[in-house]
């Protein structure tokens, strides 16, 4: 399975399974959720048929063109933060974002990737060219990616309440910070392809996100701690082959990861849709 940092390779998946996926995604995941209209999360209005909650996941306001997107201009300025890892910013840009449970991955196994990727890095300074970028992808990307979908850990997104909850959280924004573009809630993590919007940071709305689906599945449980490791892996979008690379990942990660029916939660936009 290629990650979405690779170069594409032909795509054997169909439109009438993805359309399949979308279609049970709407009629049970996202059913019984609260309406993110301009309520603050959180505020309950009980059950609503599909196509009521997807309008109220303000996913249906998706209506952005390929041509309108604006990708990596390695010319501009581009912020650079970091927290635990690095995290580059242009305004407007596409993203590939990935944040995980705190349990996804075991500590031993966790420990060792950050100690081989520091070492790495430390010869490899970025900016990098494709092919430093490549190998970067294939030693840990990779590695990190298999790992995840192993199933480690509590595996808490792969209740349908826990994963929809997620799916409200990375909807609040929807046309105001941020336009989504594709997303999945896996067991262990969430993948989510989106445009943000100028002026908001990357680090903000991710923040939310995962704040706003923490609180919410721990009251769930009526338990309290820490849900989700406190960082996030970014990548800015160079082209449209990357872009499409990162909507087939999106797309097959359910099936890659052998997932049965109901034990993820994938959403697509129009613009998604038509990528084979």
Known sequence: MQSPNTPARSATSSKERVSEVALRVEATAIANRRSLGGEKPGASR?????????RSLGLHRCRIRLDELRFLDPYAQIEQTENRLPHWQQPGAAYFVTFRLTDAVPK????????ERTAWLRHHPE????????????RFSRQFEQWLDAG????????????GIAAEALA???GARCTQLAWVVMPTHVHTLFVLHEPWPLESIVASWKRHAAREINRLHQRTGALWQ?????????????????VRYVRRNPEKARLRPGE?????SELAKAIE
């Open 46 to 54: 009980g059950v609503k048929t599909a196509v009521e909650n997807r």
């Open 152 to 163: 480690h850990g509590s595996c808490a997104l792969r209740e349908p309440r826990c994963a």
């Open 264 to 268: 993820a939660l994938l959403w697509e």
């Open 108 to 115: 031993a196994l966790l420990d060792r990737w950050q100690d």
């Open 230 to 246: 406190k960082d996030y892996f970014d990548r800015l979008i160079r082209d449209s082959r990357h872009l499409a690379n990162c």
């Open 127 to 138: 900016p990098w060219t494709p092919e430093v970028e490549r190998e970067y992808h294939e």
């Open 172 to 174: 609040f924004f929807e």
